[in-house]
């Protein structure tokens, strides 16, 4: 039976403070690696499945079909839900890629425990030398006996320095194109021979890191998918990455829905620049490609394989939220660039959103070459085994 927005209402009213018009919020967890409001928050709605509707009941969700669990979403908007970045590899990446990818006894095993902000994911993709080019990483994963054993570097690992769990791509088999001997595993980040050391961002962040895996022996059942099919698996990951991206399920992004007025304008006021035409201009034109930019993220977010779709959301979030950033800073004026100043952590996370989750010329790419149809960019090393490329040769 699907729920009315009322009666979802009536649920969540016994296990959430409604929100208030001076509670302030964080977006992407920017500045903040405190974990406990949302371990609080996903422990307080494991129970009726409101974090994660669409999940299978009892995995943590409710089993709410597309349009069900999309009124939860915006009723969920009205309530205090906090910035969940911390669980966001979890609940919006891991989750979806194992239910599409994983084995029963996997979601069972990982799933509630995601949903109930039990245990953390971070991404282990990214190699010093495969960003962009990820396929061509060198991370190696070979079989001993009843085990795997991992050697190899990642970096850029958001989340790296409180995750239990890392989703991470390896290479299982050099002597085949590079894309086909790849493989998924999810690691514990306490195995040992996993050593994670962190890097600061510009915006303060300490959790991103730097993780160096040397002879970390991992169960066989760490494999989420087949052996040589961790590319497929892999752009599960990331097209639900960039339908998701700059999103803090439940309204993290601090503009509730039911407000005229869109939260971060309402901010601007003491500034005088509401007032003024040109200034309006501005923010509504920000503000309409903010909108535009939630319902193409929601489109894409509601399918279970969002492929290209995840691309193009990608896009419009990056820009609307550098939109809203770069125009709160330019409206105070040069009090804007000081580091107390509103919006200040929006500000000086807004370049990285171009980059992380795969940058905008890459999804570019994607857009052009799988939704547009115009000719694929040349790839010299796609065919022929990763051990005889450039890297794979040294
Ligand atoms: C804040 C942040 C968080 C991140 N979190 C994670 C994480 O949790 N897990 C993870 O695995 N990774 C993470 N990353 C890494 C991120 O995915 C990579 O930085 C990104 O994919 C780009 O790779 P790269 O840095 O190696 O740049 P490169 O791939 O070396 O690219 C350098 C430049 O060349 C351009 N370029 C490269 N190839 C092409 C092409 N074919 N066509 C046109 N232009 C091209 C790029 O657009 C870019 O401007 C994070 C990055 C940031 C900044």
């Known amino acids: ?5 009322d009666e979802i209402r009536a649920e969540l009213d016994q ?5 208030t018009p001076d509670m302030k919020m964080t977006t992407m967890g920017a500045g903040s690696d405190d974990l406990e409001d949302g371990r609080r928050y996903l422990a307080a709605t494991v129970a009726g499945g409101w974090g994660v509707p669409s999940w299978p009941a009892g995995l943590g969700g409710r089993g709410a079909d597309p349009n069900e669990a999309k009124t939860i979403g915006t009723v969920l908007r009205e309530y205090a839900v906090p910035d969940l970045y ?14 599409a990818h994983g084995s029963e006894e996997q979601q069972q095993r990982w799933l509630h425990n995601i949903a109930s902000g039990a245990e953390i994911w971070c991404q282990m993709f990214s190699e010093p030398e495969a960003g962009s080019d990820l ?15 991992l ?21 299982t088999d050099p002597e085949i194109p590079k894309h086909r001997g790849l493989t ?22 300490q959790h991103f890191a730097e993780v160096f895996v040397t002879d970390a022996r991992v169960p066989l059942d760490a494999l989420i998918g087949d052996i040589g099919i961790g590319w497929n698996v892999a752009m599960t990951v990331l097209a639900h990455e960039r ?8 309204g993290g992004d601090g503009a509730a829905r039911n407000e005229r007025v869109p939260r971060w304008i309402q901010e601007l006021r003491p500034t005088g620049v509401v007032g003024d035409s040109l200034w309006r201009q501005r923010m509504m034109s920000v503000h309409a490609a903010d909108e535009v930019s939630k319902w193409t993220s929601s489109r894409a977010a509601a399918s279970r394989n969002p492929g290209p779709a995840g691309s193009g959301a990608k896009l419009r979030k990056v820009a609307s939220y550098k939109g809203r950033a770069y125009t709160s800073t330019d409206a105070q004026g040069a009090a804007g660039m000081l580091s107390d100043a509103d919006g200040f952590i929006e500000l000086v996370t807004a370049p990285s959103m171009s980059i992380r989750g795969g940058t905008d010329e890459i999804q570019r790419n994607i857009v052009g070459e799988r939704v547009l149809g115009l000719p694929g960019e040349p790839r010299v090393d796609r065919d022929i085994p990763w051990s005889e490329s450039r890297r794979g040769a040294r």
């Open 86 to 99: 911390a669980y966001a590899v979890g609940l919006g990446m891991v989750g979806p890629t194992v239910l």
């Open 15 to 19: 296990i959430l403070p409604r929100r």
């Open 151 to 171: 050697n190899g570097q990642k970096v850029w690992t958001s989340r790296g320095l409180y995750a239990q769990w890392g989703l991470c791509l390896a290479r």
């Open 243 to 250: 339908a998701l991206a700059g999103e803090s399920r439940g």
């Open 184 to 205: 998924m595993f999810g690691i514990r980040m306490d195995t040992p021979g996993v050593e994670v050391r962190p890097l600061v961002q510009m915006n303060g962040d």
């Open 1 to 5: 039976m699907t729920l009315s927005p």
């Open 135 to 149: 396929a061509n990483l060198a991370m190696r994963a070979e079989r001993d006996g009843d085990e795997w054993v």
